[in-house]
């Protein structure tokens, strides 16, 4: 007993130093404004806006890009991501946009891009969305080459779903909204001097409070070399007020569709108060407590105040109540799992020696990436749980290039949606989706390792042209072989 | 005899919609068969691209996202 014991404790306390961590340092100025964009995404973005560049009659210029966007404005959540690619696929511009569509969707989601470039880097974050979107285009044309004859069969059905709509412009208000909650993410998570530097100190005097700090950092132990972030007194401050938002939400937002509550009001409340305290800077000396005011925070209190204004006197009521709703599912939808997920990864990591990983995939090698790509196919993460995982890696000492093939592959491909896509296109298309997505991901690491190495951006580029183009051939030449092999 | 139908493959958002529709009949105080819809084929039929979507009597009345319930008593109102 007292064994198993031994080996236990280390685990739980990995897991749980972890997930403090977490929550103290990445949730706050990186997901709150993620989830609340995601929610204004979802409800103040009339879909019209380019579902109707998605008909059969549109030219692929228009929507190849149509469907791209479509998946990174529109699909932040899977019960919209399905509908929307049956839809595409069946009665609409056909199976290119559509698989354009579902390969960008997961990895363009505004979710997962923040928290990817919060948690790791924007460097990956950057990259991330640039090779999604050319191989997502990349997928979609090779799926329309290879299954042109049936494309052309369908094209007999009619395109009533989406030539009947009419422009819908969004309002106003809708949008500066919406770019008033970009604006507080940047202020939030940019590292620029004007924004962490404190222009204005004060000391309150709480004597003791460095006491408290190095009872924390017994309980979390902090080593930056191993990649354990510790845990500050503002960081446990601004883990109860998360506690007191939770509670407050479950009442205030669960019910928002019956109207505004004034536990809606008191939630609203926190989550400000709680950007706020996130964004100072707090020192504990043995005398006092060190507030610095930092320009992040007068950029997030301006800011804040701007949201305010525009909720209380632009937006419409029924606005405001579907974005609170939509913000509040995604965070149900999400959050729990995210959380269970950062516990796990912080219990595993105390598991894995680094010179495993580093063996596997220390280097931008075909292998590595292979191994990165194979390792998201095989293994289902729950939405954004890839990231902290991928940060796990990282910190063992895998290379950024097939970390990124892990992270492209992993989202897009898990049994869950393989199934569902193979019930709409059948078989043969989704089982070449899979092997275009594996190789295609790999490619991705390939590519962006090389340019972490040093390779020039330009004849990456000319590469990765010259690859999409043979690769397309070779696709084409074996498909002409295969239909007239069987007779068709 | 009212027909409802929720279109949706059974999400956050379309349980949430069946919630209100129930609430909505309820006031109205008028007999109507509320059935869900999961199966894509039948909700794509109905050409709706984003779920949740409602139905009454076979007409669809709103797609992609959650009206009030004083809405949906107001199409039933049409409806019937």
Not at chain 1, 448 to 470: E, H, Q
Request: net charge neutral; hydrophobic share 55%.
């Amino acid at each position: 007993m007292d064994n198993v014991l031994h080996h236990l404790f280390p685990l739980l306390r990995g897991g749980t130093g972890n997930l403090a961590a977490y929550l103290a340092a990445h949730v706050l100025l990186c997901l709150l404004p993620a989830f609340f964009i995601a929610g204004a995404m979802a409800a103040l973005i009339p879909k019209e806006i380019i579902t109707r560049f998605l008909g059969r009659s549109t030219p692929g210029t228009v929507s190849y890009p149509a469907a791209a966007a479509a998946a990174s404005l529109l699909a932040v959540c899977s019960c919209t991501i399905v509908p929307l690619f049956a839809g595409i696929y069946k009665k609409g511009a056909g199976i290119g946009p559509a698989m354009t569509f579902l390969f960008f969707a997961p990895a363009a989601n505004i979710l997962a891009l923040v928290y990817t470039g919060g948690v790791i880097g924007p460097d990956l974050a950057v990259a991330r969305l640039l090779l999604s979107l050319t191989f997502g285009i990349g997928i979609g044309l090779l799926m329309a080459i290879v299954f042109r004859t049936d494309d052309a069969a369908r094209d007999r059905l009619t395109d009533t779903l989406f030539a009947g709509q009419r422009e819908q412009g969004m309002s106003r208000a809708a949008l500066t909204f919406l770019l008033a909650w970009v604006a507080l993410l940047l202020i939030g998570t940019l590292k620029l001097g004007v924004l962490t530097g404190a222009h204005l100190r004060i000391e309150v005097p709480i004597a003791g409070t460095d006491a408290w700090q190095s009872i924390l950092d017994r309980l979390v132990p902090y080593d930056a070399a191993r990649g354990e972030e510790g845990l500050s007194v503002q960081g446990v401050a601004l883990i109860g007020l998360l506690a007191a938002i939770g509670i407050t939400a479950w009442r205030g937002l669960e019910n928002v569709h019956e109207g505004v509550s004034p536990w809606t009001r008191t939630c609203l409340a926190l989550i400000a108060a709680t950007l706020l305290l996130a964004a100072l800077s707090l020192q504990t000396t043995p005398e006092a407590l060190r507030v610095g005011f930092t320009g992040r925070f007068f950029g997030v209190a301006i800011v804040l105040g701007a949201l305010y204004a525009l909720a209380r006197y632009r937006l419409s009521e029924e606005e405001l109540r579907s974005w609170l709703w939509e913000s509040w599912r995604f965070v149900k939808q999400i959050l729990p799992l995210l959380l269970v997920g950062v516990f796990v990864v912080g219990m595993i990591r105390v598991l894995i020696r680094p010179e495993w990983i580093e063996a596997i995939a220390g280097t931008n090698s075909i292998g590595g990436n292979l191994a990165g790509v194979a390792f998201g196919v095989f293994m289902y993460f729950p939405t954004l749980v890839e990231v902290p995982v991928a940060k796990m890696f990282l910190e063992l000492g895998m290379h950024r290039g097939p970390l990124l093939a892990y992270l492209i592959s992993d989202p897009e491909l898990s049994l869950q949606s393989i199934l569902i896509i193979a019930a709409i296109i059948g078989k043969a298309k989704t089982g070449t989706y899979v092997a275009l997505v594996a190789v295609l991901s790999t490619v991705a690491g390939l590519s962006y390792g090389a340019w972490v190495d040093g390779t020039p951006v330009m004849s990456l580029a000319l590469w990765l042209l010259a690859f999409i183009a043979a690769f397309a051939a070779l696709l084409a030449a074996a498909n002409r072989r295969s239909t007239s092999l069987s007779g068709v | 005899m009212l027909t409802i139908k929720v279109l949706g493959p059974g999400c956050a958002n379309c349980r949430k919609l069946e919630e209100i529709a129930r609430q909505a009949v309820k006031s109205l105080n008028v007999r109507a068969d509320i059935v869900e819809v999961t199966d894509m084929r039948e909700i794509i039929d109905h050409d709706v691209l984003k779920t949740p979507g409602l139905v009454i009597n076979g007409k669809l009345v709103s797609s992609g996202r959650i009206p009030t319930a004083e809405q949906i008593a107001g199409w039933i109102e049409a409806a019937g």
